[in-house]
C-alpha cells in the first residue's frame, strides 16, 4: 500500500487517512487481537484513563454510553468515549469532555499509528480503536468509555483490561460472525470478561448485565469469571410513577434508592440503559455524587443521534437505526403507544425503510408492519448494500401493507413528503447509512 502522495504523511488531512485506511486491509471486518494488541504493544500501552468501561451488547451499547458521558459530567468527572460507527462525520467517533475530536488530534494519532505498526495490518476499526486509546490517554481523563463494535471476544476494544464490564441486550445480529443462537452471541460478547486471579496480580472487574433475561453461556461466563455482577431486574432496577419525570432505582437487597431525572430519549427502554450506566459507573466510583442541576442540562444535549430522533414536524419526522428484530420490537412498542395518543387524528405512518444485505429485513419489517400504512422501499449502495427491488423480495411475503420502490433513500423521501399530511408520521430506518442519507436530505 503505497501513500497517495508517494512519500510521507505529514501533511495530510483527515479525509486523505480515512481513504487510505479504507484500502489498507484487505477484510472490512476481521476479527482476531493479535495483530491490533502487537501494535497496542509497540506504543506502550498507553491507558485511556483512570478507569475503563467497555461495553458490549446487542443494542443499546450507544445509549449506555452516550448516559455514561452525560453521568460523569454531572459527577465532575472528566470523561471521553469512543463509540462507531458515525453518522455524518468521522470525529463523531471520539467525544473527550463533551467536544469531538479535532481533525488534527485524529491525524496525530493515525501517524503514531502508522509508524508503530510497520508490517502489521490493520483493519479501519483497529486503526480507529487505537486512535480513540491515543486521544483520551493525553488527556489524563477520570473516565474512559469504550463501544465494543462486533461481538466481544475477538473485538479491538478486548485488548484492554476494562475496570467495568457491561453487556447490553443480547439478540440475534452479525451471525455470520459471531454465531446462530443468543447462547452463541453471548459467549462472543462475555469476552470481554476478564478471569479474577489475585495471585496472578489480575485485578477485580465491576460486571453490569442489561439483559433482563441473560442467556445461560453468559451466567456461565460471570461465574467463571470468579466476580460477582449485578444483573438488571435482580439486583437493581427501576420504577417511575405515572406522569413523572423522575425514576426511581432501587436496590432490592439492600432497599437503597436513588432519583435521577428520567432518559431524555423517547423509548422507554432507554431507561434501561439510563440505569445500567448508572450502576456501572456508580460501581467504579465511590460515593457517585450527582449534581442534579448539571445531570437535567447535560440530558438536555445528550450526545446521541438517530435513536428515535424527531428532526422534522408537521408531518413529525423520526429517524431510527434500528437494524435487527430486537431494535425492531422497541420501534414497534413505541409506535402502538404514539399511534394510540394520536387514535383522534387518524394518523398515517409512511415507513422509508433501507438496509444492509447480512440484515434480517423480514422478520424487521413484519414486526414493524402492523403499524406502518404504507412501505417505501430504497436502496444502499456499497458492499453490504441491498437494492430497493433485493429488499422487496425479501420481505414482500411478510407484510400485509403496499410497498414502492426507489433507488435511494432521497428519492423515498421526496416522494413521501409529497404524500404525507401535516399530521402523519414519516419514520425512516433500518441501518446508520439510512439515517445518515435522511439527516443530509433534511439538512439540505
Known amino acids: 500500500m503505497q501513500y497517495p502522495s508517494g512519500g510521507g504523511f505529514d501533511d495530510w488531512q483527515l479525509n486523505d487517512w480515512l481513504a487510505y485506511l479504507e484500502k489498507l486491509h484487505p477484510q472490512e471486518i476481521d476479527l482476531g487481537l493479535e495483530r491490533v494488541a502487537e501494535v497496542y504493544q509497540r506504543l506502550g500501552k498507553p491507558r485511556p484513563g483512570k478507569q475503563i468501561i467497555s461495553v458490549a451488547g446487542t443494542n443499546g451499547k450507544g445509549s449506555v454510553c452516550a448516559h455514561l458521558t452525560a453521568l460523569a459530567a454531572a459527577a465532575g468527572l472528566s470523561s471521553g468515549s469512543y463509540t462507531s460507527p458515525h453518522l455524518l462525520a468521522y470525529n463523531e467517533r471520539f467525544r473527550i469532555n463533551g467536544q469531538f475530536a479535532r481533525d488534527k488530534n485524529i491525524c496525530q494519532a493515525f501517524a503514531q499509528i502508522e509508524t508503530a505498526r510497520a508490517e502489521v ?7 480507529s480503536t487505537l486512535a480513540g486509546i491515543l486521544l483520551m490517554a493525553e488527556q489524563a481523563l477520570d473516565i474512559a468509555i469504550f463501544e465494543v463494535g462486533l461481538g466481544g471476544r475477538l473485538d479491538a476494544v478486548n485488548i484492554l483490561d476494562a475496570d467495568c464490564v457491561v453487556i447490553t441486550s443480547i439478540d440475534l445480529d452479525h451471525q455470520q460472525w459471531l454465531g446462530n443462537s443468543r447462547e452463541l452471541i453471548a459467549l462472543e460478547k462475555a469476552g470481554i470478561l476478564r478471569l479474577f486471579n489475585p495471585a496472578a496480580g489480575s485485578h477485580r472487574q465491576s460486571i453490569v448485565i442489561g439483559d433482563p433475561q ?15 455482577a449485578a444483573f438488571l431486574g435482580r439486583d437493581f432496577n427501576w420504577k417511575q410513577k405515572q406522569g413523572s419525570t423522575e425514576i426511581s432505582v432501587f436496590y432490592p437487597a439492600s432497599g437503597r434508592q436513588i432519583s435521577l431525572p428520567a432518559s431524555p430519549l423517547p423509548a422507554p427502554i432507554q431507561n434501561d440503559n439510563l440505569v445500567v450506566a448508572f450502576q456501572a459507573l456508580d460501581s467504579i466510583i465511590t460515593p457517585l455524587l450527582l449534581d442534579p442541576v448539571k445531570l437535567l442540562a447535560e440530558f438536555k444535549r445528550l450526545p446521541l443521534r438517530g435513536r428515535l430522533e424527531q428532526i422534522a414536524s408537521q408531518p413529525d419526522v423520526f429517524l431510527d437505526v434500528a437494524h435487527n428484530p430486537a431494535a425492531a420490537e422497541v420501534l414497534a412498542a413505541w409506535l402502538k403507544h404514539r399511534l394510540a395518543q394520536q387514535a383522534s387524528l387518524r394518523t398515517k405512518v409512511w415507513a422509508v425503510v433501507a438496509m444492509l444485505a447480512d440484515k434480517d429485513a423480514a422478520r424487521v419489517c413484519k414486526i414493524i408492519d402492523p403499524w406502518v400504512t404504507s412501505w417505501h422501499l430504497a436502496g444502499l449502495s456499497g458492499l453490504r448494500g441491498r437494492s430497493a427491488g433485493e429488499l422487496q423480495n425479501a420481505i414482500t411475503p411478510r407484510l400485509q401493507h403496499p410497498q414502492r420502490q426507489h433507488e435511494t433513500v432521497r428519492l423515498a423521501l421526496e416522494v413521501v413528503s409529497e404524500l404525507a399530511t401535516s399530521q402523519d408520521l414519516i419514520l425512516v430506518f433500518g441501518s446508520f447509512l439510512t439515517v445518515e442519507q435522511a439527516i443530509h436530505y433534511w439538512n439540505e
Open 121 to 127: 495490518s490493520l483493519s479501519y476499526f483497529e486503526f
Open 214 to 228: 441473560p442467556p445461560n453461556s453468559l451466567l456461565q461466563t460471570v461465574s467463571e469469571s470468579q466476580q460477582s
